[in-house]
């Protein structure tokens, strides 16, 4: 299988504290940009480091969390 590809989107900050204890989304004003709703996406903090995997929202929700870094998605 291939595996799917990912955009990377960038968090504003470093990933936020409940994001490290597992919080099943992030705000969409923690990203600079998002790319529309459905997309498949890697968030990195602002050092490149990724921090998790999952997909964009809509309204306030900017990415619902799907796993952890660099999570396979199949």
Do not use: C
Not at 7 to 16: I, K, Q
Not at 27 to 48: K, Y
């Amino acid at each position: 299988k291939t595996p799917v590809k990912l955009e990377r989107v960038r968090l504003t900050r470093d990933a936020p504290t409940s994001l490290l204890l597992g919080h099943p989304w992030i705000w969409r004003d923690a990203f600079h940009t998002l790319p529309e709703a459905g997309t498949f996406v890697e968030v990195v903090d602002p050092r490149e480091r990724s921090v998790a995997v999952g997909y964009t929202g809509i309204g306030p929700i900017g990415v619902r969390v799907l796993g952890g870094k660099r999570a396979t998605i199949n």
